[in-house]
């Protein structure tokens, strides 16, 4: 509990260090390129309206924006509020390349956003309610679509992907039995959910209710199963993304150990195997060029790891970059990585080297503090 209380200090005296700014302009320039086959999408999570913000990639990796659209619903704010993390989750936007589909969360006015995306340009295609309060990640397989809202007792909605539209999935609704409130706390609630690569199972991270990872089987309707609670190997599981194994890897932040578990068909999870990166706050995770990188939002951090084939995930660089102000949520494209910082308002650039060592090649500047989500096609 000490470290938790730690945490909560440190999310709140970083907040007031640092002053709003609405601006969503990159200084390197603001023209559209109509060719360009790279982009990378920007969530600005605003409350007074949400945005999602285009950015080309050139091929030296550094971003130029190429458009602001909205998403027709409001940003919102975890509990206490004016943290670094205001989703408190991983994939809050997604996109769907088989359908070249761009899926937003509004958490605060509680609707999703559907984009069509065709290169650095979107066209909003629907607005739907997102099935609960406070909808903070999206999942997507095939034509399925799961949102998690993370408000209150914690909700599953399905969804089916129409006609570049959603269409709610009758009977799908879960709920997860959380006991937290409506916008949620920041540290207790749900952090993110996933199909796995095969599409058959769903997890959802949960920080409380003893740091569950919980596992649901996807029937051939699309519903889903009773779910399989899991204990974390460590506490506080937040993001996860997979190895090539279908080991299911997990950044857990209380104490910021990397853990990968084998999935096994009835929904248990097992063989946990951690490492820490010694930072504070290990919340986000993206895989790339066969290394993974973590964000510590708490250490303005970003550390990188292998996971071996036997499953054992081994630090490489417990200080691979040092970020601007709150590193939160992380994409890789190509052979870049970017990620967002939500109380600096920036994206930090970096080239992925064969090593796996992190140069750092520029920073998109102006982005509002409070931003959250990013995705790239």
């Known amino acids: 509990m000490k470290q938790v209380a730690t945490l909560v200090v440190t999310g709140l005296v ?4 640092v002053t709003q700014s609405a ?52 940003g919102g704010v975890a509990a206490p509020g004016d943290e670094s ?9 997604v996109y769907d390349w088989r359908h070249s589909l761009l899926l937003a969360v509004n958490a605060g ?63 799908s609704s879960r709920s997860l039995g959380l006991s937290n409130t409506d916008p949620p706390n920041f540290l207790m609630s749900p952090g993110q959910v996933g199909f796995t690569p095969d599409g058959g199972k769903l997890i959802v991270t949960t920080k409380a209710s003893g740091s569950n990872i919980v596992v649901f089987r996807v029937q051939h ?13 460590t506490p506080v599981p937040f993001a996860f993304t997979f190895d090539p194994a279908r080991r299911l890897v997990s950044g857990e932040a209380l104490q910021s150990f990397v853990t990968t578990y084998r999935i096994n068909g009835n929904g248990t999870l097992a063989n946990p195997q951690s490492a820490t990166d010694g ?18 939002t708490a250490s303005n951090t970003l550390s990188s790891y292998l996971v071996s084939r036997s499953g054992q995930p081994s630090l490489i660089d417990a200080v691979a970059a040092t970020t601007e102000p709150g590193p939160i949520d992380l994409v890789a494209s190509g ?20 090593d796996g060592t992190l140069e ?8 509002p503090v409070g931003q959250e989500g990013i995705a790239a096609n």
């Open 221 to 233: 309707d699309g519903r889903l199963s009773s779910p399989v609670v899991n204990a974390s190997a």
């Open 360 to 367: 750092k090649i520029g920073v998109v500047t102006g982005l």
């Open 335 to 354: 052979h870049y990585l970017y990620g967002q910082t939500g109380l600096g308002g920036t994206v930090d650039e970096y080239r992925v080297h064969r």
């Open 279 to 296: 930072q504070m706050a290990l919340c986000w995770i993206v895989h790339a060029r066969g290394y993974y990188y973590v964000a510590n």
């Open 14 to 17: 970083l907040a007031l260090a």
């Open 109 to 171: 006015s509680d609707t999703v956003s559907t984009f069509k995306v065709r290169g650095d340009r979107l066209r909003l295609t629907g607005v739907v309610p997102s099935g609960g309060g406070f909808p903070a990640s999206v999942a997507v397989s095939g034509n399925l679509v799961y949102v998690l809202n993370a408000g209150g007792p914690g909700t599953l909605q399905g969804f089916v992907i129409r006609g570049h539209r959603l269409r709610e999935l009758s009977g």
């Open 23 to 74: 601006a969503t302009k990159n200084p390197r320039g603001h023209h559209h390129h109509r060719g360009g086959q790279h982009a990378v999408f920007v969530q600005t999570n605003e409350p007074s309206g949400n945005h999602i913000v285009v950015f080309d990639r050139a091929a030296n990796g550094q971003l130029s924006q190429a458009g602001t659209y909205a998403t027709g619903g409001n």
């Open 85 to 93: 993390d205001r989703l408190a989750s991983q994939g809050s936007l």
